[in-house]
């Protein structure tokens, strides 16, 4: 038995090593850096977007709603106006959303847990990483964006989760089962909110990159339903991505309603 106990905990370092490889790929300097290098690159993603969604409305007003020149020129105008303005009501949510972090403290027994989140999230990072090269060849494009996109979002969640103290998460002994069970199910939730700013800008981008795909490419005249589908959703995409932090800091403010009642409740058995 001595043997295999031994044997186990020669294969158990090794993989020691590839965990603390993988802390060190998400350590928090890098996950600091990714957030200050898009904070510098968020504002001219917002024009690109801008940009190219204003054309696409003017180009389909021209072609499905028959508008003519001046018309054409007023919802491009409308369409700037509009994406504007949802631009600047997005702006002063960045700071709500970091304030929300850290005005919410969750505490967690063990970071087992989070350990085991982000080890897995890097695994699947990996697998998609690979089918998204794999579909690059096959020549869909959108395929393989979304698998990068997804793996971007996977990646920077782990970096949060091994290192908790970007989401306002404390390691403590003093922690219950209950306030256990809350940080567990709200990681992520706190994740998506910590890195809501990125989570735009690739909503945009990949949106933005869409938009000029399908400029470039000559419409399909027998697929028009399945074309205008895909416009849409990339348009949506821009949309969505400008839009994102005023979601965010709703969404989180939705969900962390519930959780408040529910850690007030387990103070209140603390205090007995």
């Known amino acids: 038995m001595e043997k295999i106990d031994q044997t186990l905990d020669m294969i158990f370092a090794k993989f020691d090593l590839a965990v ?12 600091m850096k990714i957030n200050d290098i898009n904070k510098k690159i968020h504002s ?37 106006i509009a994406l504007i303005i949802v631009a600047y009501l997005s702006r002063d949510f960045h700071n709500a959303c970091e304030n929300l972090i850290t005005a919410n403290k969750t505490t967690l027994s063990s970071n087992a847990i989070l350990r085991f ?65 809350i940080t567990i199910f709200t990681s992520y939730l706190k994740s998506f909110v910590y890195f809501e700013r990125i989570i735009s800008s690739l ?47 709703l969404t989180f403010t939705i969900f962390w309603f519930v959780n408040s009642l529910l850690l007030a409740i387990l103070s209140l058995g603390k205090s007995r």
């Not at 697929?223 to 416009?231: E, P, R």
């Open 20 to 31: 603390e490889f993988l802390k060190n790929i998400t350590r928090l300097e890098i996950m």
């Open 44 to 80: 001219l993603l917002i024009l690109l977007g801008i940009v190219v969604a204003a054309f696409w409305v003017a180009n389909a007003s021209s072609g499905f709603l028959g508008a003519s020149g001046i018309k054409m020129f007023l919802y491009m105008i409308g369409s700037v």
């Open 117 to 181: 989140s982000a080890i897995t999230s890097l695994i699947i990072v990996v697998l998609l990483i690979l089918g998204s090269l794999n579909v690059l060849f096959k020549g869909n494009v959108v395929q393989a964006l979304t698998f990068l996109f997804y793996s971007l979002l996977l990646f920077i969640s782990a970096g949060t989760l091994f290192n908790p103290s970007l989401l306002n998460i404390h390691i403590t002994s003093d922690s219950s089962s209950g306030e256990d069970f």
């Open 203 to 249: 909503l945009i981008l990949s949106g933005s990159v869409l938009l000029i795909k399908y400029a470039i490419e000559p419409i399909p005249v027998g697929d028009l339903t399945s074309f205008a589908y895909s416009l849409a959703w990339a348009f949506g995409s821009v949309v969505a991505g400008i839009a994102f932090p005023i979601v965010a800091y």
